[in-house]
């Protein structure tokens, strides 16, 4: 063996290709469809060169590298984020098929919960926005039963105590009081745990009804309609690069705060015999 030669495994050849995601390519390399110079590979843990081996996919030569393309989807509910289900349920990459390249999710959303979803053909970004270690920010919109009080906001910021270790500090902020059971309430993670947000509230006692994520580290779904996809922008591209590289998600988002939630302040209702102060106010400073 030569060693010049720069090996790489050949299920992260054929991912790279834009053919299948790593774990499909592995099936594909299992099921004896990849021929490589000439003899068939049945292991996945098979390394390659592509610049000099000869590797037939189906009886096709191997497609040239594709250009890496990052887009953000809204998805709507009802859509599941992997590419196959067994219970023949909806994914999200039927909204992405007119897209010119293969891509896939990063991360997962439950099936009821809609927002913004990174999907991307750039493996490795995607793998180090995933990581642990990372901690991209995730900021989700929860409409809750009952508002949470003092105690409970504390708890989300401190961590909450679940059946699989207690979470990772979070932010959170009641946005606003729908009616007298409900509340909508603003939550930034850093920890992307399944169903987190849903069993968090629930340990709380504050089931949730409406999930959406808002952002995924600095990229948002703002003026985006349900089930739109868009291409990010080059520094859009840039700023989730910076983050994946673990610089502050707040030194990598744009300047500009507008369309961002703010808290509503409450109204105060006035007694009568302030109103008939603040009135005789206001005559005295007309006159």
């Given at each position: 063996?030569?060693?010049?030669r720069?090996?790489?495994r050949l299920a992260?050849?054929?991912?790279?290709r834009?053919?299948a995601?790593?774990?499909?390519a592995?099936?594909?390399?299992?099921?004896g469809?990849?021929?490589v110079?000439?003899e068939?590979v049945?292991?996945?843990?098979t390394?390659?060169?592509p610049?000099?081996?000869?590797?037939?996919v189906?009886?096709?030569?191997?497609?040239e590298?594709?250009?890496?393309?990052?887009?953000i989807?809204y998805?709507?509910?009802g859509y599941?984020?992997s590419r196959?289900?067994?219970?023949g349920?909806?994914s999200?990459?039927?909204?992405?098929?007119?897209?010119?390249?293969?891509?896939?999710?990063?991360?997962?959303?439950?099936?009821?919960t809609?927002?913004?979803?990174?999907l991307t053909?750039?493996?490795d970004?995607?793998?180090?926005?995933?990581?642990?270690s990372t901690m991209?920010?995730r900021?989700?919109?929860?409409?809750?039963?009952?508002?949470p009080n003092?105690?409970?906001?504390?708890?989300i910021?401190?961590?909450?105590y679940l059946?699989?270790?207690?979470t990772?500090?979070?932010?959170?902020?009641?946005v606003?009081?729908?009616?007298?059971?409900?509340?909508?309430?603003?939550?930034?993670v850093?920890e992307?745990?399944?169903?987190?947000?849903?069993r968090?509230?629930?340990q709380?006692?504050?089931?949730v009804?409406?999930l959406?994520?808002?952002?995924?580290?600095?990229?948002?779904?703002r003026?985006?309609?349900?089930?739109?996809v868009?291409q990010?922008?080059?520094?859009?591209?840039?700023?989730l690069?910076?983050?994946?590289?673990?610089?502050?998600?707040?030194a990598a988002?744009?300047k500009?705060?507008?369309?961002?939630?703010?808290a509503?302040?409450?109204?105060?209702?006035l007694?009568?015999k302030?109103?008939?102060t603040?009135?005789r106010?206001?005559?005295?400073q007309r006159?």
């Amino acid at each position: 063996m030569s060693y010049d030669r720069e090996e790489i495994r050949l299920a992260k050849v054929l991912a790279a290709r834009g053919l299948a995601s790593r774990r499909e390519a592995e099936r594909m390399i299992e099921e004896g469809r990849i021929v490589v110079n000439g003899e068939v590979v049945s292991s996945p843990a098979t390394f390659v060169d592509p610049s000099e081996d000869h590797i037939r996919v189906d009886g096709q030569p191997l497609p040239e590298v594709p250009p890496n393309v990052y887009y953000i989807l809204y998805k709507p509910r009802g859509y599941i984020t992997s590419r196959h289900d067994p219970e023949g349920r909806k994914s999200v990459l039927e909204l992405a098929e007119e897209l010119p390249f293969r891509v896939e999710p990063v991360g997962r959303l439950d099936f009821d919960t809609e927002g913004a979803l990174i999907l991307t053909n750039d493996g490795d970004l995607a793998h180090k926005l995933m990581h642990p270690s990372t901690m991209v920010p995730r900021r989700y919109r929860a409409k809750v039963y009952r508002t949470p009080n003092e105690a409970d906001i504390k708890a989300i910021e401190q961590g909450v105590y679940l059946e699989d270790g207690r979470t990772t500090p979070a932010k959170a902020r009641v946005v606003e009081r729908t009616d007298s059971t409900n509340a909508w309430v603003e939550v930034t993670v850093t920890e992307g745990r399944n169903r987190l947000i849903r069993r968090m509230f629930a340990q709380l006692g504050h089931p949730v009804a409406k999930l959406r994520r808002e952002s995924f580290g600095s990229i948002t779904i703002r003026g985006m309609e349900r089930g739109q996809v868009r291409q990010l922008t080059s520094d859009e591209v840039q700023r989730l690069r910076e983050v994946a590289e673990g610089r502050n998600p707040r030194a990598a988002a744009p300047k500009s705060r507008k369309g961002f939630a703010k808290a509503k302040p409450k109204k105060q209702r006035l007694g009568a015999k302030a109103r008939a102060t603040r009135n005789r106010k206001q005559r005295q400073q007309r006159s």
